[in-house]
């Protein structure tokens, strides 16, 4: 049986970093990926199955069919759930995970992000507590992650909202016409405003070429590989090292420990083969980074003698205070186009309301959208009031689709334990694991948060020159999908968290969690390029370790 | 689908998105699309869907003694309203809320999303949008 130095399960953003830093740092790695490297042909650009708009299908994975997930809704209701529809909170699964796919979006949480029990108090019934680090120890790993990925974007313009002490390696995508009219509007509010930052090269960078303003980025693939995920950096830098093993199609069964409990590798299965045959790899450390709730799977999935409850898990804490974001959205017109069909589309942010509200805990960013095609707009952004066919919506669709102003954003999440992922030993997937079982939602003071950012968006919107505007207030619900965290979150307490500061699981000297399982909160931002910096820290620490 | 059912079928997606100066939901392909969801994703909604065309054409015939297709578009609105709310007239065997709820939604797939898919011929509402007709393609 080969041994290796570390086994990483899923090469997303968490993983893809650790395998490339222990790769280059000499140590032998096993990567495994369930999905498979998808070119831009095969991920495609069908406008209803995407990562983004999923009404039959989706373009990353993973299958519809042998992949259930079990949902619980609010009612107490089960429901088996496939992979396209919006209960199973799916990421994308295939080389490079949600980076493959996703917008781009690359937000530093704010230092406050980091301390939000401190600075707010925890609510009765919330999970809400301060992260075992702070800004500043992370920091330097932002910055790390933003020169060697490439991150596009203007420091000075967020300088007041988020320290940093190096500028962004790319200039900010180019403004559009909706940008001038959100900037008028934001000005005249007195709100601070910035180019929104984007793993995407505005210019070539790292030998990869420069966007040419597409319009597919979230939901899709990118046709000059100008975006930005593990897949075209990291991992093939981990590949040339020649110290990575990757592996595809490898589902992991669980997490071996031998007769003392501590672990000693992966068994995992190659689904592509026709009898898939069980391998057990072995290895000094384990690093599991299958997102949020794969990875909270696996930890549960791992039972044995010695941790009956599945690794990591003797005081409960695995797979709980799952979280995501909400996303309050407003739409409004204005009287002249202002759609020029340059992706990405999203350009211009506010960092205004993160924190310091009034009576709100924490806060969120909020910035204009993506190009949505014709479909998604339809589907997403009408008004509520508008019929939902007839002459009226065909000539709405016509005069307005490049009319609409949209601002969203993602609101800081605050966490309930009872929002959490478990496993379902009643329901399998086609090779006999136990699936993830979702329920609860995220705590009720999140409503609070959202409903107060989705007014500043009503309000951003009517100073940018909407006469029209519209919005609906956003639902208590279990959040996760694409922005999933906070399953095996970080403390220095085992009784009330899952891992070290490091991501190690405590208890445990040689297993980790590196993905967005170890965010305590989940800040008022995109979350990937926190997952990435800590992936960063973390690897590091495992190098050394190694040693 | 017999002959009567792809009348009441074409009239209805018309009304759903009607001909203007650009084309409506039959012209720009929109049974073409349907009728390759009824054989993939949607084949097990194709039954459903066909007793809500004859729920349709049984509207017609009860509140104004003609097929569908042959009424004036304000009527042919007005049965769909009422289908949309459920208020119907006749017996139905399905939900005719669901049902005009799946109705609209598929016709407005067919519309909106890529020609390859069977609609949106010409990519022509990507162009009455705006969609294609600025930036890169």
């Not at chain 1, 966007?211 to 939901?219: M, S």
């Not at chain 1, 095609?373 to 952004?381: A, R």
């Amino acid at each position: 049986m080969t041994e290796f130095d570390a086994i990483i399960v899923g090469s997303g953003a968490g993983g893809g970093i650790v395998a490339c830093v222990l790769a280059e740092a000499g140590k032998r790695v096993l990567l495994l990926e369930r999905g498979q490297p998808l070119s831009f042909a095969e991920v495609g650009r069908d406008h209803l199955r995407n990562q983004r708009l999923a009404i039959y299908g989706h373009n990353a994975g993973p299958d519809l069919e042998g992949n259930p997930r079990v949902f619980i809704d609010p009612l107490g209701t089960k429901h088996i759930v496939k992979p396209h529809e919006l209960d199973y909170h799916n990421n994308a699964a295939c080389l490079g995970g949600g980076t493959r796919v996703y917008g781009a979006q690359a937000w530093r949480f704010s230092p406050d992000d980091f301390r939000m029990a401190t600075k707010y108090g925890a609510p009765a019934g919330s999970s809400l507590a301060d992260w075992p680090i702070g800004y500043e120890d992370l920091e330097p790993c932002y910055e790390r992650v933003e020169w060697e990925l490439g991150v596009a974007g203007d420091g000075a313009a967020l300088e007041t909202q988020i320290p940093r002490k190096r500028n962004y390696p790319l200039p900010p995508v180019l403004p559009g016409p909706q940008t001038a009219a959100l900037r008028k509007g934001a000005h005249d509010l007195g709100w601070v405003v910035s180019p929104v930052p984007l793993l995407i090269n505005t210019a070539p960078y790292n030998n990869r070429a420069a966007c040419i303003g597409c319009k597919y980025c979230v939901g899709f693939a990118c046709p000059t590989d100008a975006k930005t995920g593990t897949q075209n950096t990291v991992i093939p830098r981990a590949l040339l090292s020649g110290n990575c093993e990757l592996v595809v199609d490898a589902i992991a069964e669980k997490i071996e420990t031998d007769s003392r409990g501590k672990v000693v590798g992966v068994r995992y299965l190659r689904h592509s083969s026709t009898a898939p045959e069980s391998i057990e790899a072995r290895s000094k450390v384990v690093i599991v980074s299958a997102g949020a709730i794969e990875s909270a799977r696996i930890l549960l999935n791992s039972n044995s003698t010695h941790h009956p409850s599945g690794l990591g898990n003797e005081h409960d804490q695995v797979g709980r205070n799952l979280q995501g974001h909400l996303y309050p959205r407003a739409y409004g017109i204005v009287a002249n186009p202002i759609f020029n069909g340059v992706g990405p589309g999203v350009s211009i942010a506010t960092t205004q309301f993160n924190h310091d509200n009034d009576g709100i805990i924490g806060g969120g960013m909020l910035a204009d959208d993506f190009i949505k095609p014709p479909i998604d707009f339809w589907y997403d952004s009408l008004p509520p009031d508008l019929p939902r066919w007839g002459l009226r919506n065909k000539q709405f669709m016509r005069e307005n689709y490049t009319r609409v102003l949209h601002v969203r954003g993602p609101v800081q999440d605050i966490p309930s334990p009872e929002g959490r992922v478990t496993v379902d030993q009643s329901v399998t997937d086609r090779w006999g694991i136990p699936v993830a079982k979702l329920s609860g939602t995220t705590h009720e003071e999140t409503i609070t948060t959202a409903d107060f950012m989705r007014e500043r968006a009503v309000e951003w919107l009517r100073a940018s020159g909407c006469e029209t505007v519209w919005s609906t207030r956003p639902e208590l619900m279990l959040s996760g999908r694409q922005h999933q965290a906070g399953t095996c979150r970080m403390g220095h307490d085992p009784d009330s968290s899952v891992t070290d500061q490091w991501g190690r699981v405590h208890n445990h000297d040689n297993l980790f969690v590196v993905d967005g399982s170890l965010h305590v909160t989940n800040g008022g931002f995109n979350p990937v390029l926190t997952i990435m910096a800590l992936a960063y820290r973390s690897a590091e620490h495992i190098a050394k370790h190694i040693n | 689908m017999t002959d009567l059912q792809r009348q009441t079928l074409q009239a209805a997606l018309d009304c759903v998105i009607p001909p203007d100066d650009f084309p409506g939901a039959w012209e720009a392909g929109v049974g073409n699309y349907l009728a390759r969801q009824f054989e993939s994703d949607l084949a097990s909604r194709r039954t459903f869907y066909l007793a809500g065309l004859d729920g349709i054409e049984a509207e017609a015939i009860a509140r104004f003694g003609k097929h569908f297709s042959k009424l004036e578009p304000e009527n042919q609105s007005s049965i769909l309203q009422n289908i949309e709310s459920g208020a119907v007239a006749t017996s139905w065997a399905i939900s005719p809320e669901i049902f005009f709820k799946l109705m609209v939604e598929t016709a407005a797939e067919g519309y909106y999303s890529n020609p390859e898919q069977g609609g949106n011929l010409g990519a022509i509402s990507w162009t009455m949008t705006g969609f294609s007709k600025y930036g890169p393609v």
